[in-house]
C-alpha cells in the first residue's frame, strides 16, 4: 500500500508561482504524477515523471510548470509558474507502485486574476 500526502495548495494572484509537494510512503515507486479538476470538468493529466527523470507534460501547462522528484525521499514536487485564472484547480499527486496506481486527497489551487 502507498499512501500520498500532497501539500502546498493556496490562493495566488495570476502571474504567481507556487509549488506543490507530494510525499509517498512505501518502497519501489515507479513512475509520478500529477493531475488537476476543476470545477464542472474531469480530472486530467498535468505531468509525469519516471523514476529516472522522464518528464512528459500537458500542453497547457508546458513552460510553466516543471515536475521533478527525488528518489531518496520518494518526493515529487511541481513548481508551477506564470500562473492563470484556469490553472484553478484541485491538484492529485499520484504514483505507481509496480502495477498499480495510488492517489492522493488533493490540494486546493486557486489563482485570482
Known amino acids: 500500500q502507498v499512501q500520498l500526502v500532497e501539500s502546498g495548495g493556496g490562493l495566488v494572484q495570476a502571474g504567481g508561482s507556487l509549488r506543490l509537494s507530494c510525499a509517498a510512503s512505501g518502497s519501489s515507486i515507479n513512475a509520478m504524477a500529477w493531475y488537476r479538476q476543476a470545477p464542472g470538468k474531469q480530472r486530467e493529466l498535468v505531468a509525469t515523471?519516471?523514476?529516472?527523470?522522464?518528464?512528459n507534460y500537458a500542453d497547457s501547462v508546458k513552460g510553466r510548470y516543471t515536475i521533478s522528484r527525488d528518489n531518496a525521499e520518494n518526493t515529487v514536487y511541481l513548481q508551477m509558474d506564470s500562473l492563470k485564472p484556469e490553472d484553478t484547480a484541485v491538484y492529485y499527486c499520484s504514483a505507481r507502485r509496480l502495477y498499480t496506481w495510488y492517489w492522493g486527497r488533493g490540494t486546493q489551487v486557486t489563482v485570482s486574476s
Open positions: 515523471i519516471t523514476e529516472g527523470g522522464s518528464t
